[in-house]
């Protein structure tokens, strides 16, 4: 598909085309990392990478974030200088291979969406041939346009909106990515939620050092410390506590991923300040 875009590129001389194809290619890169990435993420936790390699897949969304970005401003730039002075574009033809890219964009979302809903690094992948399809469609209109009325710049117009496509799309990858790394609390996680469910348990004082992040999209994590009634200690109901409260983790808020330090009120005074949050 990407030799089919670059041909129609230079035989029509449509830049939408140029930018349709650039766009491919990208995509296909950013399918490339993808698998790669995936295959990382399946590797068994180590001694130095207690994880594994579970945010590879956050690492490659951040690098087609940066391919995209890149390319959606070259697009921006040349669409700019063809509306001050557009050249000659084979409308006919550019409808013609602006199909046999819809075609496949279309075949591939098919592929992608399943993977999309759970998967950030796919859902970036689903995204970007998305916007290829929009891309195609706004092709084949400016095609329409130039074959019907000779308006040039149509052209130029239908690469300028393959640009505006991209950007936006960006920023959204972007900030969901960088909340990843920068270990922000993960999209529909209620953190106020969650302390009110822990202290409202029959046992339970207080809860402190409370944090909530995730390894890689769809993996949340959290860990706190919990106090407790000097009675859980004496009894050695430590492990009860703990049973209860990874259920009530994983039922209320689906984190599986649960780490608690079960402690007497009288220990928080030992603890470090970054503790006492």
Same mark, same amino acid.
């Given at each position: 598909m990407i030799a089919a875009m670059v041909v129609g590129a230079w035989a029509t001389g449509s830049l939408a085309l140029v930018a349709e194809a650039g766009?491919?290619?990208?995509?296909?890169?950013?399918v490339a990392i993808a698998l790669v990435?995936?295959? %990382?993420?399946?590797?068994?936790?180590?001694n130095t990478r207690t994880f594994g390699w579970m945010r590879a897949e956050i690492v490659a969304a951040l690098l087609n974030c940066v391919l995209? %970005?890149?390319? !959606?401003?070259y697009i921006a730039y040349g669409a700019l200088q063809r509306l001050a002075d557009p050249p000659e574009v084979?409308?006919?033809?550019?409808?013609?291979?602006?199909?046999?890219?819809? &075609?496949? +964009?279309?075949?591939?979302?098919? %592929?992608?969406?399943?993977?999309?809903?759970?998967?950030? +690094?796919?859902?970036?992948?689903?995204?970007?041939?998305?916007?290829?399809a929009i891309g195609s469609v706004a092709i084949i209109v400016s095609g329409v346009v130039i074959l019907t009325t000779g308006f040039q710049r149509a052209d130029a117009i239908?690469? %300028?909106v393959i640009g505006v496509? &991209?950007?936006?799309?960006?920023?959204?990858?972007?900030?969901?990515?960088?909340?990843?790394?920068?270990? !922000?609390?993960?999209?529909? &996680?209620d953190v106020d939620a969650i302390r009110t469910h822990i202290v409202a348990m029959n046992g339970v004082q207080d809860v402190h050092s409370l944090h909530v992040w995730a390894v890689t999209s769809g993996v949340p994590v959290i860990s706190a410390h919990v106090v407790v009634d000097d009675d859980v200690i004496a009894s050695g109901s430590g492990a009860e506590m703990l049973d209860r409260l990874v259920e009530c983790l994983?039922?209320?808020?689906? &984190?599986?991923?649960?780490?608690?330090?079960?402690?007497?009120?009288?220990?928080?005074?030992?603890? !470090?300040?970054?503790h006492q949050i």
């Open positions: 766009h491919v290619a990208v995509d296909g890169s950013g990435a995936s295959r %990382l993420a399946t590797r068994a936790p180590s995209l %970005l890149a390319l !959606g401003v084979a409308g006919g033809w550019v409808i013609a291979f602006a199909v046999v890219g819809l &075609i496949g +964009n279309g075949v591939s979302l098919l %592929l992608l969406v399943r993977g999309s809903r759970t998967s950030l +690094n796919v859902r970036a992948v689903f995204l970007e041939v998305a916007s290829d239908a690469a %300028l496509v &991209i950007v936006p799309r960006v920023f959204v990858l972007l900030r969901q990515s960088v909340n990843i790394i920068m270990q !922000g609390v993960p999209a529909g &996680i994983r039922g209320h808020f689906e &984190i599986e991923h649960c780490t608690f330090q079960i402690e007497p009120h009288q220990h928080r005074s030992h603890e !470090g300040s970054y």
